[in-house]
């Protein structure tokens, strides 16, 4: 992962896409959100969903996870480069998480981040705090998904 | 579920707890945010978090889980005095999602939902919009989770 000082502003990061299989939607809400509209193809039709509809935290939870694969490739990238790779810090939350329009079964969502806004942490200035906007868009082009996330990320030693 | 007309703003539910365990931790993190300190007890020491700590979206899918188990119940014994049981309707999403403390392995989390503000749909008037923060508390007493979430309702069809 980069350094919180080669990080701009509006930077966009492609985090790649995921199909919601009915199989994948039904798995992820018997474990934690087993509403009916979310495990039955039927429930799901007769819900304001208009169809089987993935669990909002099944979203949030897919682009974490493109999120982490996208930081884990760039780390592996900067390491073949011989650079120093930062270790980001945990997230202390996110804001607007807005489930815009369904996730229907068959769906494929590709997911952006971009940064929205930086500062340095006051309490440890050794951090940058970073704001970025994680959006996900189905394959109709419409906006399903969209959270503004904090992040802790390392400042470069002075000198280093 | 309770219909729109049956809820109070201030209304508070005990959803119940859930203990953290490093197995869990582990199995969902590797699923789904596959960072190291949520799946190696060292990496999470190393950490800002200071042990192995789960995920955000892992505290946030268990207590989902527990919103949906306790809804349920509440729906059976409404159904069970023969009372009509109302189906809510899905989120358009959450606010202010706050990771305010660690949740680390062997911590038990008790989640409340409280109701925090209710009005009716202007779009959909069958249907009211409640607004509730579901918080989560560990064993020492210390919030660790809070969320502000938005959910449809659906009111008494008038003369029933």
């Given at each position: 992962?980069p ?11 492609d ?41 909002g935290?099944h ?8 999120l ?25 939350g ?28 006051e ?14 868009t189905n ?20 000198g280093?």
């Amino acid at each position: 992962m980069p350094f919180f000082e080669d990080i701009e502003i509006g930077a966009r990061r492609d985090l790649g896409s995921f199909t919601f299989t009915a199989e994948a939607i039904k798995k992820f809400a018997a474990q934690f959100d087993p509403q009916r509209f979310h495990l039955d193809e039927e429930a799901g039709r007769n819900s304001l969903f208009g169809g089987l509809a993935a669990s909002g935290w099944h979203v949030g939870s897919v682009c974490m996870k493109l999120l982490v694969a996208d930081g884990q490739r760039q780390a592996k990238e900067a390491a073949a480069r011989g650079e120093q790779v930062a270790i980001w810090g945990p997230s202390p939350g996110f804001r607007e998480l807005r489930w815009l329009k369904p996730v229907l079964a068959g769906d494929t969502i590709h997911f952006f981040s971009e940064v929205e806004s930086m500062r340095t942490s006051e309490k440890r200035p050794e951090w940058g705090i970073l704001q970025g906007r994680h959006t996900g868009t189905n394959q109709r082009g419409e906006l399903v998904y969209s959270v503004l996330a904090t992040a802790f990320v390392p400042r470069r030693s002075t000198g280093s």
